[in-house]
């Protein structure tokens, strides 16, 4: 008995053609049509590209035709009568084409045009049967996990088409998008694969496939669904049901398995007595491989290559500043409260935080509950509005029975997520301490009404971390929950099903650090721990678990400010990695040994040096900036 099979199309297009080598007594290419597929079978996923041939039926659906030397012709391919498919003449491949074509439905052959555009059969073939035998044999299937680049055309240079390659070298055949489905194509892909542009060629990609098992070895050394047996049955469950698990676990968070990889160019299989020496071997061991880069000549057409090394100016680490006081607030407001020079008081905040005073206030701000514009009057309307807003959106949710909610799985199932979170957040402050406390059943409160407030992406654990540090300090529900939204719109992306967020994030960071720390950087690749999955919680929650309570707040009142350039978040992580380079480049430190070390460093981290250290490399990157990788200033904003 024949294997069942586990097996879903996840992307299907017709209408796309592929240019096939013909063998090298008939020469050129053949044109066919087809059609594209993405497949999950067995948990493993394939790219599945199927000639397509249908042949007329009492002339009810004919293909669609063109004309060739003054005889009408039909290209097969995946569409119906009713597709919107232009005339082959219209799509122009790069050579001349071998095409299957069908002759009133009697007659099936491979035609091709040369190069004075005079037609050239190569022979008909006296059945269907023979026909379809014949054309199958181009029918091409890759699994994912085999791909190591793929490359897309530039916009508006003909049609949409897509090249792969696979990691032994060998290309697929070019597929040529005739009737749209090439973005979808591209994003289907990146679900299974992380693709990571090089920095000089955009159009250019390196993929990546997941490690199941780094991943889950990392989330349980860093404890991200907590210490509990349920907890680890969670970490396991995520791989096997992620879809259904996705609404009720942190998998909706953690449901991406790609081991996002950096690009890097292809190395030369020239021989050594063949290379030139052009760097030397004590610069490498000195800087690390990864600050060498190669990159093309645009002024040469003889194929040279202009071999550089990245050289980073002085480091200096200024001292912090001191906290924004009530005094220096008054200077920046009018008779009527409205708060000027914005800028100016952002700056500040950067340098030396709100003083503990303050926060209540400006943190309103800060988050886009309150409008630095507002005068005392606007703001009392405002709140007085927001605070009808919350609690019409709080009763929505209250006043469903429980007879209701055996009805409504997905509030069924968000309300116990928030439950269960809710007990286990920050049980060790005073504020949270006691079971049954007031403070808890607000912070179950407002997490339940930002699920109303917010129906798509609703609660994803590590949310309450977010929201708890908020309201103990606004000491208030509607603001505390406005002040949250708030944080939520800035960061929402770490929590959507997609995960297009945290893997941006960390594929940014690897890029960052193999810059910054190359020599580190070759420590973790040797080490298996490139991926960075250790990072995962700090930018999840924003560092919330890593540095002491106190801590925290003017960390993210740092973040809040949005300077001094974008994802300053990502040099804090480089400036922590730094700090600890010594430790994790111990040769005895491996894959394990990094995950725990990291772990350990939780509540342990010291904010002042860091920021300092994270703002020396920011103004290390912005003095050179001009000479820094494209990725790099994309990364930053300094392209801007």
């Given amino acids: 008995m024949a294997e069942s099979q586990d097996y879903q199309d996840v992307y299907e297009q017709g209408g796309v053609f592929i240019n096939a080598k013909e063998d090298e007594q008939n020469g050129g290419d053949i044109l066919l049509g087809g059609t594209l597929y993405i497949t999950e079978m067995n948990n493993k996923r394939y790219i599945k590209w199927i000639v397509y041939h249908e042949p007329d039926k009492n002339n009810s659906e004919k293909d669609d035709t063109y004309t060739l030397d003054g005889e009408s012709s039909s290209v097969l391919h995946s569409h ?61 299937s890759v699994e994912i996990a085999e791909l190591d680049l793929m490359k897309r ?25 005739h009737d749209k489905g090439c973005k979808k194509f591209i994003k289907t892909l990146k679900m299974y694969a992380y693709a990571m542009p090089f920095p000089k060629d955009p159009y250019t990609f390196r993929l990546t496939q997941h490690d199941d098992n780094a991943l889950t070895r990392s989330f349980d050394e860093l404890q991200l669904f907590g210490s509990s047996p349920a907890a680890n049955n969670d970490t396991s469950r995520l791989f096997k049901d992620s879809s259904d698990f996705a609404l009720r676990s942190f998998s909706r968070v953690t449901n991406f398995l790609q081991n996002i990889m950096v690009p890097s160019e292809h190395s030369s299989n020239r021989p050594a007595k063949e290379t030139a020496q052009v ?6 061991e ?23 090394c990245a050289q980073l100016g002085p480091r200096s680490e200024q001292p912090r500043g001191l906290p924004v006081t009530n005094a220096l607030l008054e200077t920046h407001k009018d008779e009527e409260g409205r708060i000027h020079r914005v800028d100016e008081l952002m700056w500040a905040i950067f340098h030396g935080g709100i003083d503990p005073t303050l926060r209540k206030e400006l943190w309103k701000y800060m988050l886009k509950y309150y409008d630095w514009n507002m005068t005392k009057q606007e703001l009392a309307d405002r709140r007085r509005a927001k605070e009808d807003d919350y609690y019409r959106m709080k009763m929505q949710w209250k006043s469903i029975d429980e007879d209701q909610q055996k009805r409504f799985a997905l509030l069924r199932e968000r309300k116990n997520l928030v439950e269960k979170d809710v007990i286990r957040t920050d049980r060790t402050r005073m504020f949270y301490k006691e079971d049954g406390n007031l403070s808890l059943k607000l912070l179950f409160d407002i997490l339940m009404t930002y699920c109303m407030h917010n129906f798509d992406l609703g609660y994803v654990q590590g949310m309450s971390d977010l929201l708890s540090p908020l309201l103990e300090v606004l000491e208030n529900e509607v603001d505390a929950f406005w002040c949250f939204v708030g944080y ?23 890029v960052l650090l193999q810059f910054m720390e190359p020599q580190l950087w070759d420590h973790l690749d040797e080490k298996e721990s490139a991926n960075v999955y250790f990072c995962f919680r700090w930018l999840l929650i924003h560092f919330k678990r890593e540095f002491s309570y106190e801590d925290i707040q003017p960390l993210w009142e740092v973040l809040w400010s949005g300077l001094p350039c974008c994802n300053f978040h990502l040099l804090i992580c480089v400036a922590i990695l730094e700090t600890e380079k010594h430790n994790l480049m111990k040769e005895e430190c491996g894959f394990t040994e990094i995950l725990k070390h990291i772990n350990e460093l939780a509540g342990n981290i010291n904010l002042d040096e860091t920021l300092r250290k994270a703002y020396g490399i920011y103004e290390q990157l912005s003095a050179c900036k001009q000479d820094l990788p494209d990725s790099v200033k994309f990364i930053l904003g300094f392209n801007e």
């Fill in 80 to 140: 119906s009568r009713d597709d919107s498919l232009s005339s082959v003449n219209e799509y122009q491949p790069i050579d001349p084409d071998w095409t299957l074509i069908n002759n009133g439905g009697q007659t099936v052959a491979f035609l091709k045009v040369d190069k004075d555009g005079k037609k050239m059969q190569r022979g008909s073939l006296s059945s269907e049967a023979e026909a379809d035998e014949e054309a199958a044999k181009y029918n091409i």
């Fill in 153 to 177: 055309s530039k916009r508006g240079l003909g049609w949409p088409n897509v090249t792969l390659w696979r990691k032994d070298g060998s290309v697929l055949p070019t597929f040529h998008f």
């Fill in 279 to 284: 760097v030397s071997e004590d610069l490498i």
């Fill in 286 to 308: 000195t800087i690390g491989t990864s600050r060498i880069q190669i990159q093309p000549d645009e002024t040469q057409t003889n194929g040279f290559e202009v071999i550089t």
């Fill in 488 to 510: 939520m719109d800035l960061v929402h992306h770490n929590f959507e099903a997609n995960q297009a967020g945290m893997k941006r994030q960390l594929g940014e960071l690897r």
